[in-house]
């Protein structure tokens, strides 16, 4: 049997996940999402060339992966064709190699207006969400009146599914949130011209990835968002709205549990995080500004600046836990260049309690003060450096120690956006 590899981000999202997807490819024989939409952004560089990937598996620039789109994701087509046809006009051919489930359900035109009326409405507690109507698509789906993929085979049914569902949300937009309606004449037509593109790309993603599996070859399952952002596990109510933590790789795919074996976490070296909520470590200081600066912190879906911080032990301490990681991948750690001291943040000050682990009631997330330990920084760049033995002392030390605190092997550390800056110490597929 082949070796499947989940990757799954550990904080709240952007840590790398895209760029370690593309690189841990060369091993693998396909690469599967399994959660999340096109609220993802996951970026790849290849020889100096940017690729921003949203809905498409990052394997995708390797010429012999299979792309997989599980049933756990939900889909834009509009965003599904646009991004297809981007990366055909970089002479990157797609629809040979993606298959996508027919369950996965579609986001409509209706659920960006719901998620973006929301949102205003939410005034100042708004979740800052990506406005690509994630929220309200998933909410459809548990609520048992999505629309799936599998729809555009049945024109009829497609037409009657789609006026129930219109009904609805046109009541919401008018009538709750006093906006304007979306028409259903031009939604159906614009899906209905879909079907044609879609329907040979639909395929049984759960046999596809069984076989694979079967004939020897390595899957990777590619995360988005972070634990952090988990609907039932995250930072509620600021969260996404599915599962981004290991069970969904399952649930996501119909693959079962026993059938995953190793859980890669992307760490990124310091935090980020994009729209509100608690960040006890958030920085708005120089050190805060470097990390914004050298990061290049500007996210990848929004383009909006992100908020950043130092590395924060107690949430990840969580996050292994809760995915049951086998190894590390730490990532940026060429952004800390320079900076004199690094901190790590090992405890929560909360009233007169410390603790060192997440408060129980999430509400209090954001009374936590930090309580930090402080490492000496390095000056000799590590910025593309291949070797762990020639980074500098103390950023050996900084990475030992992140060990230590999380009882979790760096397997993995990153020096660099491009595909060769890294130091792979062992790699997720060979053991
Ligand atoms: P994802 O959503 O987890 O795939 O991450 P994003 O692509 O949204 O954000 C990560 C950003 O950091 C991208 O711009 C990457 O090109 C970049 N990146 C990834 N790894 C490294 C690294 O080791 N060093 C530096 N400097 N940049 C990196
Ligand atoms: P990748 O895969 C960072 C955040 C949004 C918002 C919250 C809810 O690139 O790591 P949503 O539109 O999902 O309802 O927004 O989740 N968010 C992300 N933050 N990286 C992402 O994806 C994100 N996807 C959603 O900013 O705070
Ligand atoms: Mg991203």
Known sequence: MGRSVVVIGTQWGDEGKGALVDLLAERA?????????????HTLVIDGEKTVLHLIPSGILREDVNCLIGNGVVVS?????????????KGVPVEERLRLSPS?????????????????????DAIGT???????????????RALKISDLLIPDLLKNKLEVLLDFHNFLLKKYYKQHTVEFDKEYTNLLGFADRIKP????????????????????????????????LGTYPFVTSSNTTIGAASTGTGIGAMQIDYVLGIVKAYTTRVG????????FDR???????????????????RRCGWLDVVSLKRSVIVNSLTGLAVTKLDVLDGL????????????????DNPPVLMERYGDCEPVYETLPGWDIPTAGITSYSDLPKQAQHYLNRLEELLDVPVDIVSTGPERDAIIMRRNPFDF
Do not use: W
């Open 104 to 124: 996965c359900p579609l986001i409509l035109s209706s659920h960006v207006a719901l998620d973006n009326a929301r949102e205003s409405l939410r005034g100042s």
């Open 340 to 355: 004199e001291e690094i901190m790590i943040c090992t405890g929560y000050r909360l009233d007169d309690q410390l603790l």
């Open 201 to 232: 790309l639909i395929g049984d993603v759960t046999q596809i990835l069984y076989e694979t599996k079967k004939q020897d070859g390595g899957i990777l399952f590619e995360g988005a968002q972070g634990a952090l952002l988990d609907i039932d």
């Open 276 to 283: 509100a909520g608690p960040f006890p470590t958030e920085l």
């Open 77 to 89: 087509l509009n965003a599904l064709v646009h991004e297809i046809d981007e990366l055909a006009q």
């Open 287 to 305: 050190a805060g500004r470097h990390l914004a600066e050298m990061g290049s912190e500007f996210g990848a879906t929004t383009g909006r600046p």
């Open 130 to 144: 990506t406005g690509r109507g994630i929220g309200p698509a998933y909410e459809d789906k548990v609520a048992r």
């Open 29 to 41: 024989n396909a690469v599967v999402r399994f959660q999340g939409g096109h609220n993802a952004g």
